[in-house]
């Protein structure tokens, strides 16, 4: 199995169940077999009922088992041809400076391919339209997800948008208190169970503020409780920890909320880009 459907199934193994435990198990442990199953032959194996199966599916992510065997089946298909694209091998004193590189690039690319899958049109629209309807938007993250919240500061301050941002949690908890129901909040958690972001989110939510969430986990806490999830999928190996890897995930979803919202409010967006520009000019020497 590649590991783009491994991580997906860890970033929905919260909601699972017992049984659900079990068809992944069986799915990362024996893909190839499965690919080629029906869901009745899957069923039989499992001694899962065909319903639970088609419910397993949908609750990571596809519509049906059919696509979800279509993947692992396309994913068996082109292992083979992918032995250079092995992101999982471990580092080793003999490897070169740029097969270390290769290798990060991989397990990069890895992610975000996996991301892009997870994440649908419904979703982005519903992000976009937030953000199309505020005054400002501020951005949360503690840790690791802090950095990301702040790159993503940078990118909405040259939007027609008010961004807010605050490293420390204390003056992050002071700028959600003041959010009005027309503006917005995004907010990043890896986990999706950190305690303060979720007061973050309780605040948020007790001032009807909509808020945007990017998680590498759907069944977190956290992702049932934002108005819309954006899952950024994270493939761990051994020599990078998932949490890292997610953050590459992260800042390219951000970037996408930027871009789209760019397109929408181009003239406006044109404008503050242009205004930008003229100020840090005057600090460039010739």
Do not use: W
């Not at 977190?220 to 409780?225: D, G, I, M, R, V």
């Amino acid at each position: 199995m590649l590991a783009s459907l491994k991580s997906r199934i860890i970033s929905y193994s919260d909601k699972f169940s017992k049984t659900d435990t079990i068809l992944a198990n069986l799915l990362i442990n024996n893909s190839e077999k499965i690919g080629k199953l029906s869901i009745q032959e899957l069923s039989k194996i499992s001694k899962v009922s065909t319903a639970t199966i088609s419910r397993f599916a949908k609750k990571i992510g596809y519509d049906s088992y059919q696509d979800l065997k279509f993947d692992i089946s396309n994913s068996n298909s082109n292992a083979s041809s992918k032995s250079s694209y092995d992101f999982f091998r471990e580092l080793n004193e003999s490897d070169s400076y740029h097969d270390i590189l290769k290798k990060n690039f991989a397990a990069n690319i890895a992610s975000l391919r996996s991301t892009e899958h997870l994440i649908n049109e419904e979703q982005l629209q519903v992000a976009v339209n937030i953000l199309l309807k505020s005054e400002k938007c501020a951005f949360f993250g503690l840790g690791a997800s802090n950095a990301v919240a702040l790159i993503a500061y940078h990118r909405f301050l040259k939007t027609p948008l008010v961004a807010l941002y605050h490293q420390d949690f204390h003056y992050q908890q002071m700028i959600a208190a003041k959010l009005k129901k027309n503006d917005c909040a995004i907010l990043i958690s890896h986990t999706g169970k950190n305690r303060d972001v979720l007061q973050l989110v309780k605040i948020l939510k007790d001032r009807q503020i909509p808020t945007i969430g990017i998680t590498s986990f759907a069944g977190s806490p956290f992702a049932e409780l934002v108005d819309v999830a954006l899952i950024s999928v994270a493939e761990e190996t051994s020599y990078r920890p998932e949490a890292l890897s997610s953050t590459v995930s992260q800042i390219s979803v951000l970037d996408s909320l930027f871009m789209i919202y760019g397109v929408h409010m181009k003239s406006e967006t044109n404008e503050a880009l242009e205004s930008i520009r003229r100020v840090i000019e005057k600090t460039r020497v010739d």
